[in-house]
């Protein structure tokens, strides 16, 4: 580590120059070292700051801070040359930076280098994560109580503590911008309003401000815009650049974020239990269900995700899909005849049929003796439930026969009226943009966990089955 730059001073060097040249000239004047210009690889030490300095609390969540940062107007005045600092010293270096400040608006250099002073820096320096490719064993810390820590997945061998400080760049415009109307809260988010909004927000909370990110930790947005920031990313996919440039942030830290939030609300929502009781279904069962088919518990359906082409040829023919004409991931959806999306299966190669998915998925254990399933004519799965008593309503098969016999076609008339409830909330889920295009291939581990949350945050609506 490099050593400090003041004259007399042994320690090790903690702090680096500002790259604001303006705040850099002030530290490279208060060592009055003569001719001395800052490198990149020069540095101070703390004994030269005071307390005031440093940042108290983080401005996001009103915590103590883990480590310590200067703020970026500090200027080091403490040296064994110099006498001690008063509040009266103190007052006039800032009086001096504030005249500073206002010259440099008053009288705007066109030169580049004065150009570089209005840019926002950070007085630390900042070590990005050089990928962003999803790690699906990403470690998530759950704290539901100072004493008690929940693990979702194993810490690796040699864990990211490293802590720094995310720029803080210019921000296109505000969270405030983006929650301040129900239309713009439904655009961005796909929740109807600010009080949906806080409602689903809550549900992360305290948990969300014990976060254990991807990379680095994230100290200069607030919690809540990182929320806002997964929940943009999922209803309108926009580009990492884009969503760094709206949230004044790194592209890297859009990653992080993105990543870390996903796995944090995923982890924390798979513990609620979406399969509601035999009783529930009824209470909420439309009366066309309770006329014709009384004893449905679930729809089911199949929904396949597009993907962006795997390099791995054998990844290329699994997730090749012959319905679909390309490459996705395949889902088991269910929900109840009241418009509850209550089942959700893991993701599965685009190649995989209905009927292996419905096998491997855990639909069968969660069934109970008596229920009947409402499904699709694909869905050929009556010997799978048989031995737990489990009907399954399937459109008639015409089986050689030119025409259906009228009983037989009313039943399947109604039936596919039923069952398009299964089909309004599948496209539901497909209003978040980051299902109906080509999914990256760095996001493509998460999908099942993606997947997922967007189908939480559907449940979250309301009314969706007239």
Not at 197 to 225: C, E, K, W
Request: charged share 20%; hydrophobic share 40%.
């Amino acid at each position: 580590m490099p050593r400090c730059a003041a004259t007399g001073c042994n320690n090790n060097g903690n702090h680096s120059f500002p790259k604001d040249l303006r705040i850099r000239r002030l530290w490279e004047k208060a060592l009055k070292r003569r001719n001395f210009k800052a490198k990149n690889s020069s540095r101070l030490c703390s004994e030269h700051f005071i307390e005031s300095d440093y940042e108290g609390v983080s401005s996001s969540t009103g915590l103590p801070q883990v480590h310590r940062y200067l703020k970026k107007t500090a200027i080091p005045t403490v040296f064994a040359w110099k006498k001690p600092t008063t509040a009266a010293s103190i007052a006039r270096e800032q009086r001096y930076l504030k005249r500073n400040s206002r010259k440099k608006l008053v009288f705007p250099s066109t030169s580049a280098t004065e150009i570089d002073t209005n840019i926002p820096s950070v007085l630390e320096d900042t070590i990005e994560v050089l990928s962003q490719v999803p790690d699906f064993q990403v470690e998530v810390e759950l704290m539901t109580s100072p004493a008690q820590e929940i693990r979702v997945a194993p810490p690796p061998s040699t864990p990211n503590t490293v802590s720094t400080q995310t720029p803080h760049l210019f921000r296109f415009f505000s969270s405030d911008d983006m929650l301040s109307d129900a239309r713009s809260i439904l655009f961005y988010t796909g929740l109807e309003d600010i009080a949906k909004f806080n409602l689903v927000f809550s549900t992360l909370l305290p948990m969300a401000h014990h976060l254990n990110y991807r990379g680095s930790q994230v100290i200069n947005i607030s919690v809540m815009d990182q929320f806002l920031l997964m929940l943009v990313k999922l209803r309108r996919n926009k580009p990492d650049f884009e969503m760094a440039k709206m949230f004044g942030i790194s592209t890297t830290a859009v990653g992080n974020i993105f990543v870390t939030w996903v796995n944090f609300v995923y982890e924390l929502w798979k513990k609620i239990d979406i399969w509601p009781s035999r009783s529930l279904v009824n209470y909420y069962m439309p009366d066309l269900f309770k006329q014709y088919h009384p004893a449905t518990r679930v729809i089911i359906d199949s929904t396949e995700i597009p993907i962006s082409k795997p390099k791995n040829p054998t990844a290329q023919q699994a997730t090749f899909s012959s319905y679909k004409h390309h490459n996705t991931i395949k889902f088991l959806v269910g929900a109840t005849p009241g418009g509850l999306i209550s089942f959700c299966s893991d993701g599965y190669a685009g190649s995989t049929s209905d009927r292996q998915i419905t096998e491997r998925s855990s639909l069968l254990a969660v069934s109970d003796e008596k229920d009947a399933i409402m499904a699709d004519r694909g869905f050929d799965v009556q010997d799978l439930f048989e031995q737990k008593d489990v009907a399954i309503y399937t459109p008639t098969f015409l089986k050689g026969l030119s025409q259906l016999p009228g009983v037989k076609l009313k039943h399947d008339r109604q039936l596919a009226r039923n069952r398009i409830h299964i089909e309004r909330l599948i496209g539901l889920t497909k209003t978040f943009k980051i299902l109906k295009s080509d999914v990256n291939s760095f996001y493509v581990p998460l999908l099942s966990r993606i997947f997922f949350i967007c189908v939480m945050l559907c449940n979250f609506k309301e009314g969706i089955v007239i």
